[in-house]
């Protein structure tokens, strides 16, 4: 008889996704309950049960098991092994960005590097965009330590919701242990980048949002480039949207990004007549809202923008044994749930001091000194 697995005990559906990274990295076996029992839909998620799906792809004897109702959840991680070739499905419940962090940060630490194609929705306004993905998250891994060959994200075709069709390729390099950051001076911005895309609909809706969110820029700052991605044919999926990820670059390399993206919910293109669906915000409304937004991240300060809170803190707890000090904008509640999930796994606790000057935080920790233990295992 094999020894008996003990599980650590968690409740509620917040912040899955988080739990099974850490799970897997500190290769701690979790046992969740609780999970939406009361809601009218309960237990869990397509888009959870894809991501576990995708867990044990990449892992070698990694065990799920769900009960019927879906409201419990056991999970005990293995190996991560990594590949090449990989497919992976994301279904249309949530876009390719949900997949991407979690695959980012265990893929890191496998035995082998990740190449995976990935096929669903690419933007969508609840997660990050893909375009965002390349222009910021990728340089912020850098900072770590990870080389930068074959570290790629690939756009083969573009998808929106409801019906997705969009496909990426996906490269992640393994590292042996992530480097400790001292990263504090967050600049001043020097130049914005952008793309636009539109997939299914008038190439015009681009440039509508483009004129109208250089109307705000170029009254900031004149270095202000924003790329057109027009997808025609099979590149540009199975359903009509279109969209913009911004991307101010300052004086000391930090990246502050927004996006969003436009498109009918899931039933609206089926169910409603022709002339009786929605009214999709306009593109110039759309190009307005997007600039004044990163107008608003680039005003909270930090190094990086509200939404990769949770990445620089996952990467600075798992770096090498040395204090690594950020400063941030005030603390989004995904970064708070970061906080509590890395104290949680890693028993790493963050120093944070307000900086009343400027209105931000730094915060300092030690890192765990995780080292990539998948190659000398097997």
Same mark, same amino acid.
């Given at each position: 008889m094999g020894k008996q697995t003990s599980y650590t005990r968690l409740k509620g559906s917040q912040s899955l996704r988080q739990r099974l990274v850490l799970s897997t990295l500190a290769s701690t076996p979790v046992l969740i309950d609780d999970i939406r029992a009361d809601d009218t839909m309960p237990g869990l998620r397509p888009h959870e049960i894809s991501l576990l799906r995708l867990l044990e792809r990449i892992c070698d004897d990694c065990v799920v098991e769900i009960n019927e109702t879906g409201t419990e959840l056991e999970y005990k991680p293995g190996i991560v092994m990594g590949g090449r070739n990989l497919v992976h499905d994301c279904g249309v419940s949530r876009s390719i960005g949900y997949f991407?962090?979690?695959?980012?940060?265990?893929?890191?630490?496998?035995?082998?590097?990740?190449?995976?194609?990935?096929?669903?929705?690419?933007? +969508?306004?609840? +997660? !990050?965009?893909?375009? &965002?993905? *390349?222009?910021?998250?990728? /340089?912020?891994?850098?900072?770590?330590?990870?080389?930068?060959?074959?570290?790629?994200?690939?756009?083969?075709?573009?998808?929106? /919701? /409801?019906?997705?069709?969009?496909?990426?390729?996906?490269?992640? !390099?393994?590292?042996?242990?992530? &480097?400790?950051?001292?990263?504090? +001076?967050?600049?001043?911005?020097?130049?914005?980048?952008?793309?636009?895309?539109?997939?299914?609909?008038?190439?015009?809706?681009?440039?509508?949002?483009?004129?109208?969110? *250089?109307?705000?820029?170029?009254r900031l700052l004149p270095d202000v480039h924003i790329f057109t991605d027009h997808r025609a044919g099979p590149q540009a999926g199975k359903s009509p949207g279109y969209g913009i990820s911004l991307v101010a670059e300052t004086t000391s390399g930090c990246f502050i990004s927004v996006d969003t993206a436009v498109s009918y919910a899931r039933g609206e293109v089926d169910e409603i007549e022709y002339d009786e669906k929605r009214e999709l915000m306009p593109p110039d409304n759309v190009g307005e809202q997007i600039a004044s937004c990163l107008l608003e991240e680039i005003a909270k300060g930090g190094v990086v923008d509200s939404t990769h809170q949770g990445l620089l803190f996952l990467l600075c707890a798992l770096s090498e044994p040395d204090v690594s000090k950020v400063r941030v904008g005030k603390l989004s509640p995904y970064g708070i749930e970061t906080l509590r999930n890395i104290f949680d796994f890693l028993d790493i606790k963050f120093d944070i001091? !307000?900086?009343?000057?400027?209105?931000?935080?730094?915060? *300092?920790?030690?890192?765990?000194?995780?080292?990539?233990?998948?190659?000398?295992?097997?």
């Open positions: 991407l962090e979690p695959l980012i940060l265990v893929g890191l630490f496998a035995k082998k590097p990740i190449s995976i194609r990935l096929r669903g929705i690419t933007n +969508d306004p609840k +997660d !990050p965009s893909v375009d &965002t993905f *390349r222009s910021t998250t990728l /340089p912020l891994l850098k900072r770590f330590g990870v080389p930068s060959e074959g570290l790629e994200l690939k756009i083969e075709s573009r998808g929106s /919701p /409801p019906d997705g069709g969009g496909e990426v390729i996906l490269t992640v !390099p393994i590292v042996d242990r992530l &480097t400790a950051v001292r990263w504090l +001076d967050e600049g001043m911005v020097k130049r914005i980048r952008g793309v636009s895309f539109s997939t299914r609909v008038s190439s015009q809706f681009e440039n509508s949002m483009i004129h109208a969110a *250089r109307g705000i820029f170029n001091m !307000p900086d009343p000057s400027t209105g931000t935080i730094i915060l *300092r920790c030690v890192g765990c000194g995780y080292k990539n233990l998948s190659r000398k295992l097997s």
